[in-house]
């Protein structure tokens, strides 16, 4: 499985940015796809995650309710709407993919892409 995600940019505090993540492999529409971010200095963290048929999602309490995460199978790419943005949410941004059941955990994932760069300035 391959991973390219985009989308990311520098926008102002308050404003809103949609992330993809366009996957290769026909299995795409079995696996569950998460989103992390890891800023300068910190550890790689959970953003939100979507089962393969898109009825179990789970969020970070950080974004819960500015950020929404869904999938399009058919184009095997998952998307990121993210509302409301804060000087906090300046990360590069990673989809993954797990084979199981989704997870809230970094290693459980398999593949991974390559990063979109999001700022926001205060």
């Known amino acids: 499985v391959q991973l390219q995600a985009s989308g990311g940019g520098l926008v102002q505090a308050g404003g809103s940015l949609r992330l993809s993540c366009a996957a290769s492999g026909r299995t795409f529409s079995r696996y569950a796809m998460g989103w992390f971010r890891q800023a300068p200095g910190k550890e790689r963290e959970f953003v939100a995650a979507?089962?393969?048929?898109?009825?179990?999602?789970y969020y970070a309490d950080s974004v819960k309710g500015r950020f929404t995460i869904s999938r399009d199978n058919a184009k095997t790419t998952v998307y990121l709407q993210m509302n409301s943005l804060k000087p906090e949410d300046t990360a590069v941004y990673y989809c993954?993919?797990?084979?199981?059941?989704?997870?809230?955990?970094?290693?459980?994932?398999?593949?991974w892409g390559q990063g979109t760069q999001v700022t926001v300035s205060s």
């Open positions: 993954a993919v797990n084979t199981g059941w989704g997870s809230r955990v970094a290693d459980e994932y398999d593949y």
């Open positions: 979507i089962r393969w048929s898109g009825g179990n999602i």
